[in-house]
């Protein structure tokens, strides 16, 4: 059974940090890019960041440039999202999902979702 579950969201004060992992199974994680969106209630779906196979390739959304960085261990079939300098507008529910390219728009799996929470 392909399975992405991410983990790690929260509550957090402004300016603080999180860590999010996505972690895959039932599939070969190396294999994919992984992408980041989040989506707060009432609001579309954003883009928030893509990681290549390698992860020799990172793009983010210009809101967070900076103040994220994806990273990945294949090994462990796991993605991360080191969030820092958390503002109050990063509150959302941040999802996973793989595909085959970050260039590519379609997704082949995708998570439940963890919520974050950046609030005093």
């Known amino acids: 059974q392909v399975q992405l579950v991410e983990s790690g969201g929260g509550l957090v004060q402004p300016g603080g940090s999180l860590r999010l992992s996505c972690a895959g199974s039932g599939f070969t994680l190396g294999s994919y890019a992984i992408a980041w969106f989040r989506q707060a209630p009432g609001k579309e779906r954003e883009g928030v960041s893509c990681i290549s196979t390698s992860g020799g390739s990172t793009y983010y959304v210009d809101s967070v440039k900076g103040r994220f960085t994806a990273s990945r261990d294949n090994v462990k079939n796991t993605v991360y999202l080191q969030m820092n300098s958390l503002k109050p507008e990063d509150t959302s529910v941040y999802f996973c999902?793989?595909?085959?390219?970050?260039?590519?728009?379609?997704?082949?799996?995708w998570g439940q979702g963890t919520q974050v929470t950046v609030s005093s």
């Open positions: 999902a793989a595909k085959r390219a970050c260039r590519l728009a379609s997704l082949d799996y």
